[in-house]
């Protein structure tokens, strides 16, 4: 009987995962291969080395064409990020290509002047024409909070989905945005032959529908590294990936330390609580 039972068990989780992966492929949807990062799960925190790094990259390459207008230099020195020294992010910040627009003047005009430690990370772009000017039509989104905007998708049958849902919450997994944004920067490729591309767009395996406009923009050496990590395409957008995953939720270490401390506290006085209500109630007889 427990043999017949185990038998039909897997067969039903068979035929469920065959089904999740015939439906992922009508949709057209591309499941994201889950990675392992160091600010994942309960305990999870980021590597200053890594953002410092993962910020090196946005600079060289994605700047070109992405700004962080939710993050401003001073972040990049405040403890739980990149925590780059002060002196240097002032220099950076007045060296920054992209001067803020500010004013009016004592004649009435805005003015542009050097970025302050306050100031966001401006991308190149004053508004969303002028970006669509210069890239073809296509819209470059601000990255501050690409790696929350963002989510791989699973697709399973839906009496299997609250099982996944509950297993991420038991894991704690919030790290769907970081996948897929490292999956869109590897996922580059030559296009299948039975795939007609249109015009200007490059073929990527984890984007929707997988034509894409903008243009592979890693490649290995791209970015010279001081402290001997490879310079690849894989350690460029695992980095990248880390930065903006900090760049959207800067207080993720904090958060988490008070996360622990509190769970600490909550256990201590439900012990306290515990030992108080039996010695309370010691002697009186039911």
């Known amino acids: ?51 410092q790094r993962g910020f090196q990259v946005y600079k060289e390459v994605c700047s070109n064409c992405h700004g962080l207008k939710r993050i401003a230099f001073r972040n990049l020195v405040q403890p739980g990020g990149p925590e780059f020294p002060e002196d240097a992010m002032k220099a950076l910040a007045a060296a920054w290509p992209n001067q803020i627009t500010d004013g009016p003047n004592d ?26 000017a210069a890239q073809n039509g296509a819209l470059p989104p601000d990255l501050s909070l ?15 989905h609250p099982f996944l849902m509950l297993g991420d919450i038991l894991n704690a997994y919030q790290e769907g945005g970081a996948n897929y944004v490292y999956a869109l920067l590897t996922g580059y490729s030559e296009a299948p032959a039975d795939i007609k591309m249109m015009d200007g767009q490059y073929y990527n395996k984890a984007f ?21 990590t490879p310079q690849t395409v894989d350690h460029y957008s695992r980095d990248v990936v880390a930065f903006l995953s900090w760049a959207a939720d800067p207080s ?31 002697n009186i007889k039911h």
């Open 146 to 160: 690409i790696a929350r905007a963002r989510d791989s998708h699973r697709e399973a049958s839906w009496y299997v």
């Open 1 to 51: 009987m427990k043999k017949r039972f185990s038998l039909t068990l897997m067969s039903l989780f068979a035929a469920t995962v065959a089904i999740g992966s015939v439906s992922a492929e009508e949709t057209g949807h591309t499941e994201i291969e889950r990675q392992k990062w160091t600010f994942g799960g309960f305990s999870g925190q980021f590597d200053k080395a890594q953002l």
């Open 208 to 228: 929707a529908g997988h034509q894409i406009g903008m243009p592979p923009p890693l490649t290995d050496g791209a970015v010279p590294y001081q402290d001997g």
């Open 252 to 282: 993720l270490d904090q958060r988490k330390r008070i996360g622990w401390q509190v769970l600490l506290f909550l256990i201590v006085t439900t012990g306290l609580l515990y030992l108080g209500k039996k010695r309370i109630w010691a």
């Open 107 to 132: 004649e009435g005009k805005m003015f542009e002047r050097p970025a302050l430690l306050s100031d966001p990370i401006r991308g190149p772009y004053h508004n969303d024409k002028e970006a669509r």
